[in-house]
């Protein structure tokens, strides 16, 4: 500060309350610094407080005024505090409604000389030495308050803009799936990430049973257990609308968070409970689709419910997923029940561009055989029912020829496929070729040298 200060900076903690006012990071931990310093040395005081001005306002902020209970809380702030003086002044008619027209007022501004706060007090015979001490506090108050103000708005706005992008990132990836098995497992993913739930299941309506299903989970102990689950080899739960926490959510389309199962009678599950349990709609057009299960079986563990990004998350989830379902349902291959030539390749467009951007290496597994409908649909039968992974994708090129995309895979992982795949296949796909994609290899060009590949 300036050198007339510099005599009374040590004095009476002065130098230990301006490094503490330097180091905080929001105006509550500054006003609380300010007023620490004023109940260790002006506690005869009749009056001693912080005025923070917020939208041309004053609002008080915290100390005490047990002399004059009358006072308001916040009221305009007068205009003759609006001047850039840094010295002690006492209010005129601006605070008479305030009942502290008493106090000696020291005047906080920022380095722009914008009035930032004020400090107020009423001590008998304030001193010339106590009163430059105050002088000096106001005026660190100042820069402190819009310091701290403006790095809160600078963090938040990246906030924002980290919301933003995670929002876009999730739009990609949810775009860029390649089934609607591989969509509602990174939708669980990033669930129970953004969560911190151990485990988690998506459950979506099923129009015929008029009930909702558990169609996908993640982070059971046992992997191949939860790989059964999702390649629908095993039965799952199912609920009517209304029934159990699950039901009655997708029934309000509000989500809801029960701390302890054991103790809610809407709870309706098997075997032991799950704890803490989070369940959240997912809702397209004001319509309820499904619910998304997180649980957290630690009791002591956090789900971390509150967070604005879980909403975003489940609002896109719900849109991809009822244009995923529509795309299975109209683009089904009828001879052998697998995705449909278009739908495949707008996936493939979609994966390929995604793994341009991270580095992904993609596979095409490719075979020709028969083009009798008996030996199709058996075919389409065994990729459907062999192919788990919630990333792998098959379809029926036409003219005999099967092509199945796996995603990430490293070249010991493709080979074993491959193996497995020419000793089970059924019919006469017995001859399958493994085609990796080139380092920016349009979708097409590469989907075409795999199936040219297969029929030499």
């Known amino acids: 500060m300036a050198t007339k200060h510099q005599p009374v900076l040590q004095t009476l903690d002065l130098g230990e309350t301006l490094l503490a006012m330097h180091a905080s990071r929001d105006v509550e931990s500054l006003i609380e610094t300010v007023l620490d310093w004023g109940r260790a040395h002006c506690a005869t005081a009749k009056c001693f407080g912080v005025l923070v001005c917020e939208d ?61 706060a004020l400090v107020v007090i009423d001590e008998d015979g304030l001193s010339s030495e106590r009163s430059e001490i105050l002088d000096v506090l106001a005026s660190h108050l100042g820069v402190g308050v819009h ?35 591989a969509l509602m497992h990174r939708v669980l993913e990033r669930a129970c990430h953004l969560t911190g739930a151990q485990k988690g299941s998506l459950m979506l309506y099923d129009h015929q049973a008029e009930a909702i299903r558990v169609r996908m989970v993640h982070g059971l102990p046992d992997a191949l257990v939860e790989a059964r689950i999702n390649a629908g080899e095993l039965p799952t739960r199912s609920f009517q609308v209304g029934e159990g926490i699950a039901g009655k959510v997708f029934q309000t389309g509000r989500p809801l968070m029960i701390a302890h199962t054991r103790r809610d ?18 809702v397209d057009k004001g319509e309820s689709i499904g619910v998304v299960n997180l649980t957290h079986t630690s009791a002591d563990g956090v789900l971390r419910h509150d967070d604005d990004r879980l909403t975003v998350l489940m609002q896109l989830a719900a849109v991809a997923l009822r244009k995923a379902e529509m795309l299975d349902r109209v683009t089904l291959d009828a001879r052998t029940g697998l995705p449909g030539k278009e739908l495949f390749f707008a996936r493939l467009e979609a994966l390929v ?31 459907r029912r062999v192919l788990r992974r919630n990333s792998d994708l ?20 493709v ?13 006469p796909w017995t001859h399958w070729v493994v085609v990796v994609r080139e380092a920016g290899e349009p979708a097409a060009d590469w989907l075409a040298r795999a199936l040219n590949s297969a029929q030499s």
């Open 353 to 383: 561009e995604l793994a341009d951007r991270t580095g992904q290496t993609l596979t095409l597994l490719c075979a020709h055989g028969s083009e009798e409908d008996d030996a199709l649909a058996a075919m389409g039968q065994w990729l």
């Open 415 to 427: 080979e074993g496929l491959r193996r497995r795949f020419e000793v089970a296949a059924e019919g």
């Open 394 to 413: 098959a379809t029926y090129a036409g003219d005999g020829r099967f092509t199945v995309l796996l995603e990430g895979d490293d070249e010991a992982g």
């Open 56 to 116: 041309d306002a004053l609002r008080w902020r915290g100390g005490w005024a047990d002399r004059v209970p009358s006072f308001e809380q916040t009221f305009e702030v007068p205009h003759d505090l609006r001047q850039t003086s840094l010295s002690a002044t006492r209010p005129s008619a601006g605070f008479a409604q305030a009942s502290l027209s008493s106090c000696d007022v020291f005047q906080a501004f920022s380095d722009a000389e914008v009035l930032q």
């Open 265 to 282: 009678p809407r709870f309706v599950g098997e075997g032991e409970h799950v704890g803490m349990i989070l369940c959240h709609p997912l």
């Open 147 to 181: 310091r701290t103000r403006e790095s809160a708005a600078l963090r938040e706005q990246q906030a924002t803009a980290d919301r933003l992008l995670t929002t876009l990132r999730w739009s990609q990836e949810f775009a860029s799936a390649i089934s609607v098995r």
